[in-house]
């Protein structure tokens, strides 16, 4: 069975329901799933999954999230070679130039894991409506399609 870790990082609630639009998603698709807080999370559990994938957002001009920041920096000491990672965050238009960055900056942090790219990462404007929900279920079954890709069963 294809196993997935989804971490999050939330203030308003919204990035929370991005990671349990795709945990569900990636359910469905017939993952284990394991889902879980940034802050409460060693970035070494990735190496546990096939499929790792970060939910967080952007706080205030282009900061990653306070309680995200060891998470972040263990990363990218990390080898997931063989994994496949996705990111995705809920953030504010208002921010502009900075709206949503950390999901640059943690696909950047995966790439320096020399972890695969299971999908492009999404960039949803605060709660997820419709729109939104229907790009994160595109998102979890990419990451699964190009995981089953690499690995045929």
Same mark, same amino acid.
């Given at each position: ?18 990671? %349990?639009?795709?945990?569900? #998603? ?8 394991? &889902?879980?807080?940034?802050? @409460? $999370?060693? *970035? ?47 953030? %504010?238009?208002?921010?502009? #130039? ?8 943690? &696909?950047?942090?995966?790439? @320096? $894991?020399? *972890? ?38």
């Amino acid at each position: 069975m294809v196993t997935a870790h989804v971490v999050f990082a939330t203030i308003t609630g919204n990035n929370e329901d991005v990671a %349990d639009i795709v945990t569900e #998603k990636l359910e469905d698709l017939g993952c284990q799933v394991k &889902e879980t807080e940034i802050s @409460q $999370t060693d *970035a070494a559990e990735f190496k546990q999954a096939d499929i790792c994938v970060v939910c967080a957002y952007t706080y205030d001009e282009g900061s990653l999230p306070d309680e995200g920041v060891d998470f972040y920096e263990d990363l990218q000491t990390l080898d997931l070679k063989g994994k496949i990672y996705g990111v995705a965050g809920s953030g %504010d238009t208002f921010y502009g #130039k900075y709206y949503n960055t950390t999901v640059d900056h943690f &696909e950047a942090a995966f790439q @320096q $894991t020399h *972890a695969s790219s299971g999908a492009t990462g999404v960039k949803i404007n605060l709660e997820p409506d419709q729109a939104a929900i229907d790009q994160l279920d595109l998102f979890a079954t990419q990451l699964v399609n190009t995981y089953r890709q690499g690995h045929p069963d």
